[in-house]
């Protein structure tokens, strides 16, 4: 675990604009898994535990994990390898075809099955799944500089990662995007 305080953290962090090729280590995935997941305090999620999203990851290099799409369980804290394979190509083209997304050693995507969701709550519950993906975003983005890599939000093709992720992800929305990596060295 990090020694820096948030205030150090939050201080250092800012949006990565080139990632290095380089793997990042399963444990450190795993540690920012974990505490970004652990829940937030909000009406929308109850009983405690309640989440409106599920995250997918593909990942393209961590050490101890082979390449490929995972979804992640909170209650387990594990992840279900759903395709194993190379697809940088493929993050590349999804976060709206730019490099970022394939040069990252994991993306993650917020997905949320919408039907129950606007069925509870209606129209608020559109912003609700968006509001806990961009919490959960934000927290990852914070354990990622707490422990000294990099990463960064993207836009995305919303569809087409669904279909990217399904069958598993089938009639779920796309809420958010963040890509996590070692920053590339800056050039001079």
Do not use: C, W
């Not at 968006?130 to 569809?159: N, P, S, V």
């Amino acid at each position: 675990m990090p020694s820096d305080s948030i205030s150090e953290v939050i201080l250092r962090r800012g949006s990565t604009r080139q990632f290095g090729r380089s793997a990042l280590t399963l444990p450190v995935v795993s540690t920012m898994l974990d505490r970004a997941t652990r829940g937030i305090p909000a009406d929308f999620l109850e009983p405690p535990g309640a989440t409106l999203n599920s995250l997918y990851l593909i990942a393209n290099a961590i050490d101890g994990l082979a390449p490929g799409t995972y979804v992640y369980h909170r209650s387990q804290r594990a992840l279900e390898p759903l395709r194993e394979g190379k697809f940088r190509q493929e993050a590349g083209y999804l976060g709206l075809e730019q490099g970022l997304p394939a040069d990252a050693a994991v993306n993650v995507y917020f997905l949320s099955d919408l039907n129950p969701v606007l069925a509870r709550f209606g129209n608020r519950g559109y912003r609700a799944a968006q509001l806990e993906a961009a919490i959960l975003g934000g927290k990852m983005y914070l354990a990622a500089y707490a422990q000294r890599f990099g990463a960064t939000g993207l836009t995305f093709f919303d569809d087409d990662v669904t279909e990217f992720f399904s069958p598993h992800a089938r009639g779920k929305s796309v809420m958010f995007l963040t890509a996590f990596g070692h920053p590339a060295p800056r050039r001079r």
